[in-house]
């Protein structure tokens, strides 16, 4: 054993010995200048930021504005998830599946070490014990990140549970914990000075699903860096799933109070920068209805001894989209992100020491300091803020924050929505004939693809149930997990599946429908659909509203809006039936029986 191991040995302040022995063979391995165990305090977080701050990491935004909270912008090239080099390197590559890259472990492994190789020299290595989901749920989820990023330890404080607390529990259950390598893959030599953003050209993000860990390499940025939120609580906890019979999805979580008081969960699957955070947060523009938030991106649910689904969200802070994002459209994470605890990615500055980006106000402000710290004019042609620009804020700040969202055995759902971003084709909202063809509108949502992820924008593309980059084994396998799941459960306590599209446009190229606040016009329907009482129109491809069955009171809508929102159009869908057909044969053998037939039976209706 190298001297680092043992130093890191004698220093360990925990008696798990599978940690101990982890923490002091990655230290012999990437051969930190020290190592750090990260308590979560307050303390603690307020020493790191000063530390980002003097690094130039970070800049502290004005108090008056955002009280205790930062600015951070990232190297050009590091500002999105990175699909293209994230893998799932499972011990057979058809576990896999074709819709992810994969690469033999062993040899993954050999690249790795060489990568991880003395790569946090001249760095602090900071352990960050830490939990998806509650402390004190039945069968806890814990993680320990290993990473050289003061900024990502920061944000993992705003995102999970994490420190001492966490460290105690797993010591007192002896718990399996995942472990999640992470390095910027930046190391410094003697007396070589930092960038405010270190990062590689070279970018790894993977995940061994047999061993349940993870190692990211390269990226400072989000879903690369943050591992307990995609790499764990989705392509992890995804295989977790599989093997004890429950779901871990990309949805959120919403709760809904109706005129008589009776109340309502729902989770909605949408891709990334698809309007999750934005559902989550509605803000009615019907009387009567109240909405209250429990999860605005990941949800865990599992079918309960009743046959109910539930739902929980594994996280504990919001990793919003920031363009977009203002009073108008989204006041209540306005308000809670104006609470201050944030820090902010890639944003633009104002003169005054705060934050802004496109959307934030009606009025754009005259002087701003782009995200990649460059004067800027309302008359320059690029946007001030980066188009994924984010902020990272703690879900309690939230005001509609539902109490529920700290029961650890979740809420049970009574609907599910599916969407995407799509143009034409796809109505505004259409209920599933059924369970098994709610399924199989998840596994067919598509969506133009958008700024979460590196690579072309407004592609079209299939991303079943919003999973596509988040699944950590085969698509088929997944597809079969849901149905299997499903299959001894009484029907009529399944939730109703819906499929929603906000963002169909009019022959103009307008969006037919005015979205934000309005989705509660669509939810009131779907609620309406579930007690019987909102009219539909059958067509073959589901349930969609009659213009009268829907509430526009108080709406300004002209009729060919309302029309282009609602038209099922046989031309566009014998395209969809056909492009669906394409999506399915990429399976190989691998799709479940259930959705070849409803995709037969979907044919047979189009006629
Ligand atoms: P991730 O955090 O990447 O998973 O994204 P998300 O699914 O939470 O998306 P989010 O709610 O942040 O919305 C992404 C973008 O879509 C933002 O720019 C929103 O302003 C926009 N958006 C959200 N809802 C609507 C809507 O109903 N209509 C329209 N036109 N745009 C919307
Ligand atoms: C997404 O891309 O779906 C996000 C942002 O929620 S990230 O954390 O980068 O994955
Ligand atoms: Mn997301």
Same mark, same amino acid.
């Given at each position: 054993m190298g001297q680092t191991a043992q130093q890191v040995l004698s220093d360990a302040?925990?008696?798990?010995q599978r940690l101990r022995d982890w923490v002091a063979e990655v230290a012999e391995l990437t051969q930190p200048d020290r190592v750090y165990w990260v308590d979560g305090s307050e303390r603690e977080y307020a020493e790191l930021t000063d530390e980002l701050v003097a690094a130039g990491t970070l800049k502290r935004l004005n108090p008056e504005l955002f009280p205790n909270s930062f600015a951070g912008f990232s190297?050009? @090239?590091?500002?999105?998830?990175v699909e293209e080099q994230?893998?799932?390197?499972?011990? @057979?590559e058809s576990d896999a599946g074709f819709t992810n890259n994969w690469m033999d472990p062993a040899e993954m492994k050999t690249k790795l070490d060489g990568l991880f190789? =003395?790569?946090?020299? =001249?760095r602090t290595m900071y352990v960050i014990p830490f939990v998806m989901?509650?402390?004190?749920? /039945?069968d806890p989820k814990f993680g320990v990140e290993i990473t050289d990023s003061a900024y990502v330890v920061a944000s993992m404080r705003i995102m999970a549970q994490i420190g001492t607390e966490v460290l105690r529990k797993i010591e007192e259950l002896d718990a399996f914990f995942v472990p999640a390598l992470h390095s910027v893959g930046a190391p410094l030599e003697p007396g070589q000075q930092d960038v405010p953003w270190p990062c590689s050209d070279e970018k790894w993000i993977v995940h061994f699903p047999e061993e349940r860990s993870i190692y990211s390499y390269g990226s400072g940025y989000g879903g690369n860096a943050l591992?307990?939120? /995609?790499?764990?609580?989705?392509r992890i906890a995804s295989v977790m799933a599989r093997d004890e019979g429950w779901l871990a999805e990309h949805m959120l979580i919403l709760k809904l109070t109706s005129p008589e008081q009776k109340t309502y969960y729902l989770a909605a699957a949408f891709p990334s920068a698809c309007g999750k955070t934005n559902l989550a947060l509605l803000d009615p523009t019907i009387k009567g209805w109240k909405v209250e938030t429990l999860g605005d991106d990941i949800t865990w649910m599992r079918f309960d001894q009743e046959g109910q689904l539930r739902a929980v969200n594994p996280e504990a802070g919001l990793f919003g989209v920031?363009? =977009?994002? =203002?009073?108008?459209?989204?006041p209540n994470a306005m308000r809670a992100i104006s609470k201050g605890n944030s820090i902010f990615t890639n944003c633009a500055l104002t003169d005054d020491g705060g934050v802004w980006w496109e959307g934030m106000t009606h009025d754009t402000p005259e002087h701003l300091t782009d995200w990649q710290g460059n004067s800027w004019t309302?008359?320059?042609?690029?946007?001030?803020?980066?188009?994924n620009a984010r902020f990272c804020t703690p879900?309690?700040?939230?005001?509609?924050?539902?109490?529920?969202?700290?029961?650890?055995?979740g809420v049970p759902l009574s609907a599910i929505f599916f969407g995407g971003r799509r @143009?034409?084709?796809?109505?505004l909202v259409t209920q599933s004939r059924d369970w098994s063809h709610g399924i199989f509108m998840g596994s067919t949502l598509s969506s133009e693809t958008t700024a979460a992820a590196a690579g072309a924008l407004g592609r079209l593309r299939r991303d079943p149930m919003a999973m596509l980059p988040f699944m950590g084994y085969d698509a088929g396998d997944y597809l079969k997990h849901w149905v299997k799941l499903s299959s001894g459960v009484d029907a009529a306590k399944l939730p109703k599946i819906f499929l929603v599209n906000w963002f169909r446009r009019t022959p103009d190229g307008g969006f037919a429908w005015p979205g934000f606040g309005d989705n509660s016009r669509v939810v009131k329907w779907a609620i309406e659909r579930i007690e019987g009482k909102a009219d539909a129109v059958e067509t073959p491809i589901g349930f969609v509203p009659t213009?009268?069955?829907?509430?526009?009171?108080g709406l300004e809508i002209s009729d060919l809006e309302l029309e282009s929102a609602l038209k099922v159009d046989a031309l566009e869908w014998a395209e969809e039936a056909d492009s669906i057909d394409e999506w399915y044969r990429r399976f190989g053998g691998s799709l479940p029986e259930e959705l070849l037939g409803e995709l037969e039976g979907l044919k047979s209706r189009l006629g």
């Open positions: 302040p925990t008696t798990n190297d050009p @090239k590091d500002v999105a998830r994230t893998f799932i390197c499972s011990a @057979k190789a =003395g790569a946090m020299r =001249g989901g509650h402390l004190d749920a /039945k591992l307990g939120k /995609k790499c764990y609580a989705l920031a363009p =977009g994002t =203002g009073w108008d459209t989204n309302p008359d320059m042609d690029h946007p001030a803020a980066h188009p879900i309690d700040q939230i005001d509609m924050l539902a109490p529920e969202y700290h029961e650890p055995d @143009k034409t084709t796809i109505p213009a009268e069955s829907l509430d526009l009171e």
